[in-house]
C-alpha cells in the first residue's frame, strides 16, 4: 500500500467534520492533535453507524489498538471520526467523503457501515467491527479468505450460551419472543441462530420484526400478549438505541429481557454472556495496524472472532422482577441500571 504525504494545512482540513452528518466527533478521535501531525501521517477514517454503548465502546477498543501497536493518533495517524447518527443518507455522504479523500484506511462500525464504505471504495483497505456475519453480508468471499478489500473482526454471538443462562435463570421457560429490526441482516441471522437454540433446548419462539424506533412500544406490546416467559433481543443497533422503550413494556407484564449484549443492561435488560466491545475493538485496532504497517492484506487476512465473553445479571432487574438467581450465578450479578 503506498502512504499518502499530507501537508499540514491539508491534514487540518481533513478533520473537518462533514456538513450535515449530524454528530460526526474529530476532537475525541485525535482532530486536537492535528496541528502537530507529521507530514507523512496515515490517514485513517472511522464511519460508526448510530451512537450506542457497545459501538462507542468498540471505537474506544480500535484507538487504543493502534495506540498499543505503536501508532500516536494525532501524530503519526491522524484519525477523522464521523458518526452517521443512525441516517442513510449521512452514512452516504461520509462514505463518499472518505473514498475522495483516499483515506490509507477506514474502520466501519456496524454492518450497515461496512456495507456502504465497501460500495464507495473498492481500494481503501477497510475493517469492520460489531459485524455479525461477512459473508452473509457480502462483505467477504469467506472468513478464511475474504478476497477484496474488506476484514475484521466478527461480534456473533455465544446465542447458546445465552439461552442456557436464560434457563438457569427461568427454569420453567416454554416460550420466548424476539423482537429485532427487518432491515439489519445481522440481526436476521441471529434470530435464526436463536431459534435453532431454543428448538434444540425445547423452547418455542414467538418473533416480532420493527422497522424503526417508534414501532417498539406497540410491537413489545403486541408480542407480550402471546403466552411468553422472556423477551430475547440481539444485538441489534435500532433495538440498542432504544432499551427502556421495550423494558418499559415488558416491565409492566413482569416479563424479563435477555438481551444480545452487556449495553443492553443499562437500558433494563435482565441478563446476557455478552461480547465485550472494547476488546473486539482493540482486535479489529491491531489488525488494522498490520494492514497499515504492509504485513498484510485484507483480502487475504482472515475474520476473527470475539477473543472474550462476559456473562453479565442486571440485580436492578432482579429485584424488579422477583427472579431467583442460582447461586453459582450470583457472582455475575451487578446494578447495571445507572451505567
Not at 24 to 53: K, P, R, T
Not at 319 to 334: F, S
Request: hydrophobic fraction near 40%; include cysteine; proline fraction near 3%.
Amino acid at each position: 500500500m503506498k502512504m499518502k504525504k499530507w501537508l499540514a494545512g491539508a491534514l487540518l482540513g481533513s478533520m473537518v467534520v462533514l456538513a450535515g452528518c449530524g454528530g460526526g466527533n474529530a476532537d475525541s478521535a485525535g482532530g486536537s492533535a492535528a496541528s502537530e501531525a507529521d507530514a507523512d501521517a496515515l490517514q485513517v477514517g472511522i464511519v460508526q453507524l448510530a451512537d450506542h454503548e457497545a459501538l462507542d465502546r468498540a471505537r474506544e477498543g480500535f484507538e487504543d489498538g493502534l495506540t498499543d501497536a505503536g501508532y500516536t493518533i494525532g501524530k503519526d495517524v491522524v484519525i477523522d471520526f464521523q458518526n452517521a447518527q443512525g441516517d442513510q443518507s449521512n452514512l452516504d455522504t461520509i462514505t463518499k467523503q472518505f473514498a475522495s479523500d483516499k483515506k490509507d484506511l477506514v474502520c466501519a462500525i456496524a454492518t450497515q457501515a461496512a456495507v456502504q464504505m465497501a460500495s464507495a471504495s473498492s481500494e481503501i483497505p477497510i475493517v469492520g467491527t460489531a459485524i455479525t456475519d461477512y459473508v452473509a453480508a457480502n462483505l467477504a468471499k469467506s472468513d478464511e479468505e475474504p478476497g477484496g478489500n474488506v476484514t475484521g473482526t466478527s461480534d456473533m454471538n455465544p446465542i447458546d450460551d445465552q439461552v442456557a443462562l436464560m434457563q438457569k435463570l427461568l427454569p420453567d421457560i416454554k416460550t420466548v419472543g424476539i423482537i429485532y429490526s427487518s432491515s439489519e441482516e445481522n440481526s436476521r441471522i441471529q434470530a435464526e441462530l436463536f431459534k435453532k437454540s431454543c428448538d434444540a433446548a425445547g423452547i418455542d419462539v414467538e418473533e416480532m420484526t420493527i422497522s424503526n424506533v417508534n414501532e417498539i412500544q406497540q410491537a413489545a406490546t403486541s408480542l407480550i400478549g402471546e403466552d411468553i416467559q422472556a423477551v430475547y433481543v440481539p444485538t441489534d443497533n435500532l433495538l440498542a438505541s432504544a432499551m427502556t422503550t421495550l423494558t418499559g413494556v415488558t416491565d409492566e407484564k413482569q416479563i424479563p429481557v435477555f438481551g444480545g449484549e452487556i449495553a443492553h443492561l443499562s437500558g433494563g435488560a435482565l441478563a446476557t454472556v455478552s461480547v465485550d466491545y472494547y476488546e473486539l475493538g482493540k482486535q479489529t485496532g491491531t489488525m488494522a495496524a498490520e494492514i497499515l504497517k504492509e504485513e498484510a492484506q485484507p483480502a487475504t487476512m482472515p475474520i476473527e472472532m470475539p477473543e472474550t465473553t462476559t456473562t453479565a445479571i442486571n440485580s436492578a432487574a432482579v429485584e424488579k422482577l422477583g427472579i431467583t438467581v442460582p447461586d453459582d450465578l450470583a457472582e455475575y450479578e451487578k446494578d447495571y441500571s445507572a451505567e
